[in-house]
């Protein structure tokens, strides 16, 4: 099929991305949330924070997407890294999120990533 | 009550791509651990890709644990499903596959060139984002009381 190739954008929370996780990687395939900080409209990056942690997200690959200042947004793309080691998400899809409780959200991520986890481990075994 | 063999199971994305498929005519599916019989699934995602040709629909639906391949025939098969939706609602649900969308899709497991896919049924656009989240503890959920459990 055609459409293989695309990988699945892994949930994290942006006090996650930090250089000692995981999921810090270039290329890495991830989705993300946070309340839209601010945006350029020249380069085309906005700058979305979630509990005082920051993530830049480049829009060049979105075409007719509306952007609030202060809404939660939901973006899906690639981690890259610039030239200053700065970590961007190169963003392929991108959805407004207002309503979403996102508290409900990340403990509902927690338990998910447990339960995966530990069928993981079963299936090893 | 409906047979555990028809009614849609609930599933994230990595665990439907992971179902066993059985050798059988047609090819029937389960999960590894417990043998329990998976032919129709729920599955609730993004719309990440699509691709049309006259024929059918294709999109991709990711869930943050694996992107699952849906297809959505757009003229009648033959011989006819009775099952299948009827031509007006396969016109209607097409104009709802839009990428970014979050929808949710029910439809029989099936497999393309070795790969499972979602035959699909029934489609619905999700404007709740916190179905998505309801929709994950609805999953583990079942997987964990039910549908990985062993000796099920």
Redesign the interface.
């Known amino acids: 099929?055609?459409?293989?190739g695309?990988?699945?954008?892994?949930?994290v929370i942006l006090r996650e991305l930090e250089p000692s996780s995981a999921f810090f990687k270039h290329g890495q395939s991830l989705?993300v949330i946070g309340k839209l900080e601010s945006f350029e409209i020249e380069t085309g990056i906005v700058v979305i924070s979630d509990g005082g942690f920051k993530l830049k997200i480049d829009m060049q690959h979105l075409r007719d997407f509306n952007f609030r200042t202060g809404s939660l947004y939901?973006f899906?793309g690639e981690l890259k890294f610039g030239h200053d080691n700065d970590a961007m998400l190169e963003a392929?899809?991108?959805?407004n999120?207002d309503?979403?409780?996102l508290n409900?959200?990340k403990q509902?991520?927690q338990?998910?990533r447990k339960?995966?986890a530990n069928?993981l481990s079963?299936?090893r075994s | 009550m409906e047979s555990p063999a028809i009614s849609h199971a609930k599933l994230l994305a990595s665990d439907l791509l992971s179902l066993t498929m059985h050798p059988t005519s047609p090819p029937s599916f389960s999960f590894p651990r417990s043998n329990y019989p998976i032919s129709h699934v729920e599955a609730l995602g993004i719309i990440v890709a699509t691709k049309s040709n006259p024929a059918h629909l294709l999109f991709l639906i990711d869930d943050g644990t694996g992107c699952v391949p849906c297809v959505l025939w757009l003229n009648p098969r033959s011989p006819p499903d009775p099952a299948d939706p009827a031509p007006e609602v396969v016109r209607q649900q097409a104009e709802l596959v839009k990428m970014g969308e979050l929808v949710r899709v029910r439809g029989k497991v099936g497999v393309f060139r070795g790969e499972v896919q979602i035959v699909l049924r029934d489609l619905v656009v999700e404007t709740d984002p916190n179905m998505e989240t309801l929709h994950w503890l609805d999953c583990v959920r079942l997987l964990k009381d039910c549908y990985d459990k062993e000796n099920c």
Not at chain 1, 1 to 4: E, G
């Open positions: 099929m055609a459409l293989c695309i990988k699945p954008g892994i949930p989705r939901q899906i392929r899809i991108g959805r999120v309503g979403l409780d409900l959200y509902s991520l338990i998910r339960i995966e069928l079963r299936k």
